[in-house]
Nanobody
């Protein structure tokens, strides 16, 4: 299973780092995506990273502010979120797609039905 953590309440312009830890399986062969869902809106892909960590992708709305990374030795993924905006408020989920050593694409990694594992969400609220 996947466990996401690190959410909270932060003021606009602030930062948070989300973590996504895997239990019971190794993340080495999985591309990982961070999704988010705001109230009344559809779930959307925020960022994803290939199994090797060699490729990463971002939604236009977060480019330059968010950074995805992975530490396979710790079986953990991270999403560093800087310069947070009120519109970043959402429940954030991590999800894993078994790709082995193959790469991934933005289309694939943001397709929810492609995911093999989902973590429970962590709430991020950006408000003054």
């Amino acid at each position: 299973q996947l466990q996401a953590s690190g959410g909270g309440l932060v003021q606009p312009g602030g930062s948070l780092r989300l973590s996504c830890a895997a239990f019971g399986f190794t993340l080495d062969y999985y591309a990982i995506t961070w999704f988010r869902q705001a109230p009344g809106k559809e779930r959307e892909g925020v960022s994803c990273i290939s199994s090797s960590g060699g490729a990463s992708y971002y939604a236009d709305s977060v480019k330059g502010r968010f950074t995805i990374s992975r530490d396979n030795a710790k079986n953990t993924l991270y999403l560093q979120m800087n310069n947070l905006l009120p519109e970043d408020t959402a429940v954030y989920y991590c999800a894993a797609d078994l790709t082995y050593a193959r790469g991934t694409t933005w289309f694939r990694c943001t397709t929810p039905r492609q995911m093999d594992y989902w973590g429970e969400g962590t709430q991020v609220t950006v408000s003054s």
